[in-house]
């Protein structure tokens, strides 16, 4: 399928209507035993999978293990050219739209029954891409939460804060009591930090008109957020330096940062870049735009999708049905993976109902979690969300470490998101 096409087809079945070509869940009625390939990167995924193989030896999948990001989805593209690509795939959210426009995956919709209840509407929104066709199940989520230093913030005398503009107080706060700390950073090696600040504050970067992309990176929304966050560091009050790196690591760890903006697997994180806190941090929700609300972003996550390819598509949705919705699936997911899984149900389940460690003296951890994805705002990829991705860490690096006008970042990132989308062939709406 050329650019050209391909652009057709993923307008298209985002404005509601696939085109012939686009793919079919069909399955191509075979009998008997069959045989499932599953590329994913999930830890233990193989565990999991056997449970379904001792259960199903009907249908039997095997596990590959791929890396993930752009590296999986650029594999999976090219094996899908060859005709080649495996049968189901482990994808993020943002990669559905650059899949579904180069014809990789089906639409699942005709297979997986009343699903859709299993999970939070703005989780289900990224797997439809705002159509009636489903091309993929969710698996794992990544609501977005407010960590900080509880010991910290009790010796500072400081309140958690319920909206931005007290999350703004509390940064002055923390400079004029501890000068040589910061409430947290503003990372620039991470687009997908700010997307999801973006998404909670309304922001919906790619949408439809017609047969056209809309893109709106430089929308009110997040020209907000963006405004909000260059104020703060142009202002000295939180830190310009980006994320995952040994210099992080050791701020969190001795206290210079005492607070991160983050999504529910932050524990497992925490673990590693700050041994020695352990115990000392809570979770509470995402500061809100409006006092009162409960609107969260979204911050990883991924899926387990059907491919084009597959001989075998009912099969395959059955399966990715199973694997995110049936409870024994899912505790296993959450136990051999470390997941935080997208259905709901198991967010208040047996398989979550202990705190991670890292969190002990927060005992009602998840259910808290699970309270702040039912406000999970939705979210709208488009088919080049790693030229985004990559022109933010660019425009936005230097803005950071300058503390120079992120307005002006912003619009870089847009501009060149849209020529992007030109040159691919895609058309754009004005």
């Known amino acids: 399928m050329n650019n050209r096409t391909a652009a057709l087809c993923a307008a298209t079945v985002l404005a509601a209507a696939a085109l012939t070509g686009c793919g079919s869940s069909e399955d191509s009625g075979a009998s008997g035993p069959v045989e499932l390939t599953y590329w994913a990167w999930a830890p233990g995924m193989d565990k999991v999978v056997a449970l379904w193989n001792e259960e199903h030896p009907e249908a039997r999948v095997t596990v590959k293990k791929q890396a993930g990001g752009d590296d999986l989805v650029t594999k999976t593209i090219t094996a899908a050219r060859a005709g080649e690509a495996p049968d189901l795939v482990q994808a993020e959210y943002q990669a559905l739209p650059t899949l579904v426009g180069n014809d990789v995956l089906a639409d699942i919709s005709g297979e997986v029954g009343d699903a859709e209840k299993e999970f939070a509407p703005g989780v289900w929104q990224q797997v439809t891409l705002g159509t009636d066709a489903v091309y993929a199940l969710p698996q794992d989520s990544g609501p977005m939460m407010f960590f900080y230093r509880q010991d910290l913030f009790e010796e500072y005398g400081l309140s958690v804060p319920t909206t931005w503009e007290e999350f703004a107080e509390i940064a002055r706060a923390v400079k004029k009591k501890a000068p040589e700390k910061d409430l947290t950073t503003f990372s620039s090696n991470d687009a997908g930090l700010f997307a999801g600040l973006a ?41 310009n330096q980006p994320m995952y790196t040994p210099a992080w690591n050791k701020a969190l760890n001795t206290g210079k940062q005492i607070a991160w903006i983050s999504a529910v697997w932050a524990p497992g994180t925490l673990t590693t870049a700050a041994p020695d806190t352990r115990g000392k941090w809570a979770m509470a929700p995402l500061p809100q735009w409006e006092k009162g609300a409960n609107v969260t972003g979204s911050w990883g996550g991924s899926t387990t999708a059907v491919t084009n390819d597959s001989e075998h598509k009912a099969v395959a949705a059955e399966f990715a049905t199973w694997l995110n919705t049936d409870p024994e699936a899912l505790a296993a997911l959450v136990r051999e993976g470390g997941i935080h899984p ?44 790693n030229v985004a991705y990559s022109a933010f860490k660019d425009a ?10 992120f307005g002006a970042a912003l619009e870089t990132v847009h501009e060149r998101t849209v020529a992007d989308l030109e040159k691919q062939g895609f058309e754009v709406a004005k």
């Open 396 to 405: 936005f690096g230097k803005a950071a470490r300058n503390r120079s006008d």
């Open 199 to 239: 998404q909670q504050a309304g922001a919906r970067w790619w949408t439809t008109e017609g047969q056209k992309w809309k893109v709106a990176i430089d929308d009110d929304a997040t020209r907000k957020v963006a405004e909000f966050w260059g104020g703060l560091v142009a202002e000295g009050v939180v830190d």
């Open 342 to 385: 997208a259905a709901k149900a198991a967010q208040t389940g047996d398989a979550l109902k202990e705190a991670p460690e890292f969190f002990s003296g927060q005992t009602d951890f998840y259910q808290r979690a699970a309270e702040i994805a039912e406000g999970t705002a939705p979210a709208a990829w488009g088919p080049n969300v």
